[in-house]
């Protein structure tokens, strides 16, 4: 890529440096660019896009400019109403009011001057839907398909998306699709096809690795950016960790790295954005800030994710908030691959609970995913331990739906699972009793949940847990089953189980921000030269999840804020 004005030692000045290859760091670069800043990205990684690349790509971006076409209006101070009641006022009011005012703005400009293509997801609705201020749909939008052909080389340097977002760990599909094909709704057989074609197809791809050349989710987006980076050869150097924060009269002016076993110096005339991850990956700071039991192999965030940014900012002496906290989700350690795999769709579907080791339900198992982990820590005791919990599930729910690194039995019969999958991976037994006496769990305990949810499904109500009752409960259901599409009964043996861990995509406490995403010191006044934005700022949401996207579009949008007020 085209240089820096890099000097003989390695060490080079540019106007904004960008430390992070995230959604977040390249729409500052971006933004910072064309307003005529030279900036520069560094990636601690030898491939480029962090989680961002990992993920569904989603983003939630109230009154955004296609919601009008979707169908469902939307106005700035209904999506503010809804924010405020969510954040408990845990967040400061310019924080959500800069929110909710630039992130249409900034998806808008995005999409005018760059690559970034979006769509919109009518159906797909906010995490609280009932509440004064949720919608049904359409704030939750997600990249268009990108094709990888129109970055060259460039794309095998990205990282892989999360195997949870492919079809068999190898084709890809937006979230528009996936819901087509995970519900089976009409058309989900041809949308199928086509995909495998598609994929097998692509004979150039297929010469060159095994990856899919037609990107969605995380990947498209960070394709879509990484491509109006190069159209501008906007610098990014792989490899080249930051490792200190160069402050000079109170102000920080550049940032001390790492690259290709040298020190160097990079010196930032307007300002350094931090946009280096969470600390999901370092078992260290989960220990010593979250809840307890934690470990790294509970998330499904970037393994390179190791809190540098947060612990950057604290050497120069910014506050920190939410540091207890992460974008929780339940998750299943599948052997064999990198990352944790998020429960997300499994959960909702009918056929299957969480259990705890006593056998009794504790949660509504389609409620959002942050919840479920938040009531897995608030009900775990030692007489009823839900961390990890289980879940339960029978043979009619395992030939009918994909679940955690299995397709449906009725495509993947059990004979066909990898050994390491068959053993100590996925229980499997005759009896719930055999299958509670493998896991651990209470025997009389869970054929007593079984029965009771055995009733509810026929009744289509929930009485103790209401699985179901919410809209967004239902996005993931079975649409299929009635009368509940969240609940059938659990009665066709073999019964199965799978150990749930309380994980997360990403933790979101980290350097305390104001509504520029300026980084504020423990007294409350901004650091000088000093950005935060992602997960290694304290979230915009506090310790909630309005919707779908809730940590990616705030991260791009206080990025767009940050060059902004860094290149006046
Ligand atoms: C499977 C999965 C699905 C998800 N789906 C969604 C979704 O649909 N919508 C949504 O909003 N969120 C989603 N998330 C969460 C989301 O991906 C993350 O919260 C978000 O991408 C974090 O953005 P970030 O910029 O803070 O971090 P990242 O995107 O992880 O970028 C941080 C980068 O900084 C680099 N870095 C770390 N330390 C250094 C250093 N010292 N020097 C230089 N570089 C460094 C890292 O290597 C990394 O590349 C998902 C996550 C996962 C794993």
Known sequence: MHGTGQTGDGNCTVDLLVVGSGAGAMTAALCAHDRGAETLLIEKDEQYGGSTAMSGGALWIPNNHLMAAAGVPDTHEEALDYLRRLTHGDVPEERLQAYVKHAPEMVKVLCETSRLRLQALPDYADYYPELPGGKPGARTIEPQNFDARTMGEEFLRMREPAPQTLISKRIAMTALQARTLLCRSPGWGKLMRNLMLGY????????????????????????????????????LWLQTP????????????????????????????????????????????????????????????SPHNTGDGIRMGMEAGAALAFMEDAWWGPTTVVPGE????????????????????????????AAPYIDIVNTMYRKNTPAAPCVPAAMIFDALYRKKYPCGPFLQSSQQPDWMLPKALKQGYLYKDRTLAGLAA?????????????????GFAETGKDLDYGKGDSLYDRYYGDAGVQPNPCLAPIATPPFYGLEVQAGDLGTKGGLVTDASARVLDRSGAVIPGLYAVGNCSASVMGHTYPGAGSTIAPAMTFAYLAALDAVR
């Open 200 to 235: 097998w197809f692509d004979l150039g791809g297929r010469m060159k690795s095994k990856r899919d050349r037609n990107l969605a989710l995380g990947n498209a987006l960070i394709g879509m950016l990484r491509l109006s980076l190069m159209d501008r050869k906007v610098p």
């Open 242 to 301: 930051a490792r200190r924060l160069i402050v000079e009269e109170g102000r920080v002016t550049g940032v001390e790295a790492e690259k290709e076993g040298k020190t160097v110096r990079i010196r930032a005339r307007k300002g350094v954005v931090l946009a280096a991850g969470g600390f999901e990956s370092s078992d260290e700071m989960r220990r010593r800030y979250l809840p307890n039991p934690t470990r790294a192999a509970w998330t499904c965030g």
């Open 338 to 365: 990198a990352r944790a795999r998020m429960l997300v769709i499994e959960k909702s579907l009918p056929g299957s609970i969480f259990v705890n080791r006593r056998g009794e339900r504790f949660v509504d198992e």
């Open 438 to 454: 493998q896991m651990g769990i209470d025997p009389e305990g869970l054929q007593a949940a079984v029965n009771r949810v055995n």
